[in-house]
């Protein structure tokens, strides 16, 4: 089946410092993939929407600048959190979706920990 | 965006039936119901997905309701490894909100061995 896989698992960084989320589809093409973010016993709230070879659209409330999104090709997009502080620790997540028809199929998530 | 409502919790022993339910009243004619799973720590599961008819894959079956207002995800027998947080999503298909999957806060499902 489809698989996305998302790097790394889990990453420590110093605050101030950035941090890049890789997002992998491995046996499909995905034109759109979405990121989210789920704090401790919450559900995950969506961040933004990416888009093969344009720009990111992001949620209200989301800063586009501080969490900058690449998708340069059909297969990869990323997340970087810049001049990360601590309140940004928190489960990171993509996914991408295999046509409306069909399902989301997601990554593992980042755990993110800013100290 | 329509929205569903969802049990915070349920629970169930290992090996019977389980039904999950969810509402979504305000449900449009291109709204896809969705359900998702998210085990501790991972990234939600697909489980499975329907528009008017019931739907059965491998995980489990999905039963909706004939005016579309409600509909509930049946896993035949539990084990212990689908104990998770399950959601119910509606997924438009046309509009704005295209593609996207807005969560909610889903229902903790505990397994009992």
């Known amino acids: 089946g489809a698989v996305v896989s998302q790097h790394p698992s889990w990453v420590i960084c110093k605050s101030g410092t950035s941090v890049k989320i890789e997002c992998r589809s491995l046996?499909?093409?995905?034109?759109?993939m979405f990121w989210y973010r789920q704090f401790p016993k919450q559900s995950l709230m969506l961040m933004a929407t990416?888009?093969?070879?344009?720009?990111?659209?992001?949620e209200q409330g989301v800063e586009k600048d501080k969490f900058l999104i690449n998708h340069a090709s059909l297969t990869l997009s990323t997340l970087t959190v810049t001049s990360a502080h601590p309140e940004d620790s928190s489960f990171y997540i993509c996914?991408?979706?295999?046509?409306?028809?069909?399902?989301?199929?997601f990554g593992s998530g980042t755990r993110l920990t800013v100290v | 965006d329509a929205k569903t409502t969802q049990p915070n919790s349920m629970e169930s022993n290992e090996e019977e039936p389980v039904h999950l339910p969810c509402n979504h009243s305000?449900?449009?004619?291109?709204?896809?119901i969705h359900w998702y799973r998210q085990l501790p720590s991972q990234g939600p599961e697909y489980v499975i997905h329907?528009?008017?008819s019931n739907v059965n894959n491998r995980m489990a079956s999905l039963a909706i309701a004939e005016d579309r207002k409600s509909s509930t995800l049946i896993l035949h027998r539990a084990t212990l490894r689908d104990a998770a947080v399950y959601y119910c999503?509606?997924?438009?298909?046309?509009?704005?909100?295209?593609?996207?999957?807005?969560f909610g806060q889903g229902t903790i499902l505990t397994v009992h061995p």
């Open positions: 996914s991408a979706s295999l046509g409306i028809l069909g399902g989301y199929t």
């Open positions: 046996d499909f093409q995905a034109t759109t």
């Open positions: 990416s888009n093969e070879g344009s720009k990111a659209t992001y």
């Open positions: 305000t449900i449009s004619g291109t709204d896809y």
């Open positions: 329907g528009l008017t």
């Open positions: 999503i509606l997924l438009n298909a046309g509009g704005t909100s295209y593609g996207k999957l807005t």
